[in-house]
T-cell receptor, first 114, second 113 residues
């Protein structure tokens, strides 16, 4: 158990809908990262937050947004969902924002868009 | 658990043998690399990292080799055990300011009894 929790574990929704994925980092970690893992594109970095502020951006679509709250939990919002958004979404956390800080991954949320 | 990447390249090794997993990266400016292990139904787990100013780093039973000339990274696992069965990913950091990790497609390691 990495100490990172993600809810829900599974989510099934329809095209065009909007969903919110939630992540609680390890106790004491200030950085949160979101990743998408799909069969065709593999694991992709989406976005990083550090202590409530956006720190780095990867391949995140404009239909997707995230935020980190004062209690350091984070939410990833996915809107206007398409079939291709079906994937595993992982959250990770690290103690600080440096690239070399080890990231601890949660168990993931499996999103299925029908 | 659910499988990721059902059609990944697979490396099968006998228990007790050494394993070598390879990864080619594309950006010569990448300055930091990580190997991750992902077991079925779980998130990736950090194994070992290496900076671009090094060519070798050793951990417990694992060694990472970096060849910047040919942009190649390898992970060596000594005395492979059944618990090493998983998908292994390399990741390169392409961010000039902060993180922008790009992940390889992964290799499935299968340990035979």
């Amino acid at each position: 158990d990495s100490g990172v929790t993600q809810t829900p574990k599974h989510l099934i929704t329809a095209t065009g809908q909007r969903v919110t994925l939630r992540c609680s980092p390890r106790s004491g970690d200030l950085s949160v990262y979101w990743y998408q893992q799909s069969l065709d594109q593999g694991l992709q970095f989406l976005i990083q937050y550090y202590n409530g502020e956006e720190r780095a951006k990867g391949n995140i679509l404009e239909r997707f947004s995230a935020q980190q709250f004062p209690d350091l939990h984070s939410e990833l919002n996915l809107s206007s969902l398409e079939l291709g958004d079906s994937a595993l979404y992982f959250c990770a956390s690290s103690v600080a924002s440096a690239v070399q800080n080890e990231q601890f991954f949660g168990p993931g949320t499996r999103l299925t868009v029908l | 658990g659910e499988s990721v990447g059902l059609h990944l390249p697979t490396l099968s090794v006998q228990e007790g043998d050494n394993s070598i997993i390879n990864c080619a990266y594309s950006n010569s400016a990448s300055d930091y690399f990580i190997w991750y292990k992902q077991e079925s139904g779980k998130g990736p787990q950090f194994i070992i990292d290496i900076r671009s100013n090094m060519d070798k780093r050793q951990g417990q039973r694992v060694t990472v080799l970096l060849n910047k000339t040919v942009k190649h990274l390898s992970l060596q696992i000594a005395a492979t055990q059944p618990g090493d069965s998983a998908v292994y990913f390399c990741a390169e950091n392409r961010g000039s300011r902060g993180q922008n990790f790009v992940f390889g497609p992964g290799t499935r390691l299968s340990v035979l009894p």
